[in-house]
């Protein structure tokens, strides 16, 4: 096992570690395969979830799990692509609106299709009869016990990566 995968017991595996590896690799992978298309993996969580209904930016920065100053930044970035619209919300005046432009259903199509493929690359590293219930725990967690976040004064940050 790679180093740090052991907890302080040094036998059970550094959950911890573990989901934080694996994390960070996955997005970085996610941020190089989109970057052709030009987007963000904040942004395609946002033109992928948007293009499903009509939802506040609250409601998709809930969904994608994007802080407001962020989400305001990428919404800013989507619509001076042509890749989104906001308008102002028929019931809630304060409220804007997002809505995918074609645009930006064509772009999330692709990212999509690239998406898959990585997906299913990286799960190609897990034996077919351990994917299934691979997936049915991570869900699980995300659904259950790891579905909110613990507030605290001192949240964890991830040091960024430094282009050598």
């Known amino acids: ?27 970085q992978e996610h941020a190089a395969a989109l970057s052709d298309l030009g987007i963000s993996t904040r942004a395609y969580c946002v033109l992928d979830r948007g293009r499903t209904g009509e939802f506040t930016q609250s409601q998709l ?8 100053t ?22 809630d005046r304060r409220a804007r609106i997002v809505t995918v432009t074609p645009e930006g259903e064509r772009l999330v199509a692709e990212a999509r299709r690239i998406v898959a493929r990585l997906q299913g690359d990286i799960l ?9 219930i691979f997936l049915d725990v991570l869900g699980r967690l995300v ?12 949240p964890a940050r991830r040091r960024s990566s430094r282009a050598a």
């Open 124 to 132: 190609d590293a897990v034996p077919s009869r351990d994917r299934r």
């Open 61 to 68: 920065g809930d969904m994608c799990g994007i802080d407001k």
């Open 70 to 91: 962020t989400m305001v930044v990428t919404l800013d970035e989507l619509e001076r692509a042509g890749l989104v619209e906001r308008r102002t919300s028929t019931t």
């Open 143 to 154: 659904d259950g016990r790891l579905s909110t976040f613990v507030q605290t004064d001192r």
């Open 1 to 27: 096992m790679t180093t740090g995968t052991s907890g302080p017991d040094g036998a059970t595996p550094d959950l911890m570690f573990l989901m934080s590896w694996a994390t960070h690799a996955l997005a």
